[in-house]
């Protein structure tokens, strides 16, 4: 098979005991069968014991794929932060991990890994693409749209940077700027959920209701199973007083995922809006079961204001 990587660290000398060589071929070549079958177990515990006899860049590689696919991300953190170590002039490392540390929203880290990537390749449009999705977490707005302007410009096609902007633009209240990008990305794919619901949020906040819950419906009708969707709908009807309806559609919203604890806290607000304190109070516990760190959202009056776009893609 060919290597990906150099198998060992330069300057480190081959093991002398024959044994453990073989022993260590064998666990590495087990795991990639393992691997390649779907045994995804067994053949983390061979790339453990691989590297247990002998450091290889190689199996380093191989598991730190695996915790990843796992959610194991402190050891995979650990493995990639090793490989930058060891080939620190390898691009798809940093790229990697760059990815797993805005997992675990290390946004400095983060952004460090992708500059990295940029003095190793100054034209990689997704390398700016993860600095700009960095600096968002800094919550630097101005340098995240720079650096998908950038990402944009190497990359015309670049759907997903495209539709990052235009969240980030609608942050900034730039909403004509906005739907620029967001109806470039419609034109490749007019069935973009995550584009349609952006717009539809703000068609809502410029006061076009009407198109806001066209855009709505509309991902309701290509995914019945979109519940963002039917979020934003109960979200809307609340504002416009059609509280009936919108405890309707956050029956729907609540249906699809009995664990949301926006589509309770939601349809709670409008139960109380409505008259029903006692089942407004049942939606309200069942939120703060669901997620306890909303319990400064939420002041006994549940007159808080409707959920920013910048949540709808959790970027």
């Known amino acids: 098979m060919i290597k990906l990587f150099k198998s060992l660290l330069k300057g480190k000398e081959e093991p002398s005991n024959n044994k453990e060589q073989k022993n260590f071929?064998?666990?590495?070549?087990d795991?990639?069968?393992?691997?390649?079958?779907g045994r995804i177990d067994y053949a983390i515990k061979c790339f453990e014991g691989a590297l247990n006899i002998q450091e290889d860049f190689e199996t380093l590689h191989f598991l730190s794929q695996l915790y990843i696919q796992?959610?194991?991300?402190?050891?995979?953190?650990?493995l990639l932060e090793r490989m930058a170590e060891l080939e620190s002039e390898l691009p798809t490392t940093f790229l990697t991990l760059a990815n797993v540390y805005f997992m675990l929203d290390e946004y400095n880290l983060m952004d460090e890994a992708a500059q990295k990537v940029i003095?190793?390749?100054?034209?990689?449009?997704?390398a700016y693409y993860l600095w700009a999705k960095a600096t968002f977490g800094l919550k630097d707005s101005i340098n995240?749209?720079?650096h998908l302007?950038?990402?944009?410009?190497?990359?015309?096609?670049f759907l997903e940077a495209y539709l990052m902007?235009?969240?980030?633009?609608?942050?900034?209240?730039?909403y004509s700027e906005a739907l620029k990008d967001i109806e470039t990305v419609l034109q490749h794919h007019p069935e973009e959920e995550n584009a349609l619901l952006l717009r539809g949020k703000i068609k809502e906040t410029t006061g076009h209701a009407e198109d806001a819950e066209q855009d709505y419906r509309l991902v309701t009708d290509l995914n019945p199973f979109n519940e963002h969707a039917y979020i934003n709908l109960g979200q809307l009807f609340i504002a416009q007083k059609k509280l009936e309806e919108a405890i309707v559609i956050l029956d729907e919203a609540i249906e699809l995922n009995p664990n949301s604890a926006q589509a309770f806290h939601e349809r709670g607000r409008a139960k109380l809006l409505n008259g029903d304190k006692e089942g407004s109070a049942e939606d309200m516990k069942n939120a703060l079961q669901l997620k306890p760190e909303n319990i400064e959202k939420i002041n006994g009056q549940f007159n808080n204001q409707q959920q920013k776009t910048t949540d709808i893609f959790g970027l």
């Open 25 to 29: 071929e064998i666990l590495k070549y």
């Open 31 to 37: 795991g990639m069968r393992a691997q390649r079958m």
């Open 70 to 78: 796992t959610a194991i991300l402190d050891k995979a953190r650990k």
């Open 119 to 126: 003095q190793l390749e100054n034209e990689n449009p997704l």
């Open 144 to 146: 995240t749209i720079a």
């Open 149 to 157: 302007t950038k990402a944009i410009i190497l990359k015309e096609d």
């Open 165 to 174: 902007r235009a969240e980030v633009l609608t942050g900034m209240q730039q």
